[in-house]
């Protein structure tokens, strides 16, 4: 494993929930980073984010480090939950909230 991939992996690892995206929650680069920050605020957890675009390598390590092609992804426990559709999907049935809870809750319990 090269340090790109080690270093997302180290992010994933380290963070319950991440999202991968383009810009930031509060100044996203893309409709797709947008809409999918907003639906992880919508769910009101606290997430980290990665911004791609302030590293090439990482912008295109991402893409190989899940086996998925497009930017914003989603990762939750270490999964690849996956991107912008997906999480809209389940953002609106109400799954996407119940996972990133889940999560947030088994991470502060020392779980």
């Known amino acids: 494993m090269d340090e790109v991939q080690e270093a997302i992996k180290k992010q994933v690892d380290s963070h319950p929930v991440i999202l991968f995206m ?3 929650p509060q100044f996203p680069q893309c409709g797709f980073s ?3 920050s907003q639906a ?3 769910c009101e957890v606290q997430f980290a984010y990665v911004n791609v675009l302030e590293d090439e390598r990482i912008r295109q390590g991402i893409k190989e480090f899940g086996n998925w092609p497009t930017i914003p992804q989603l990762y939750v426990n270490g999964e690849l939950v996956g991107g912008c559709d997906i999480i809209l999907e389940m953002y609106e049935s109400g799954d996407l909230e119940k996972m990133v809870k889940e999560s947030a809750t ?3 319990s020392g779980a």
Do not use: M
């Open 40 to 42: 992880l605020a919508g």
């Open 106 to 108: 088994s991470h502060s």
């Open 22 to 24: 383009k810009g930031t």
């Open 34 to 36: 947008q809409k999918a």
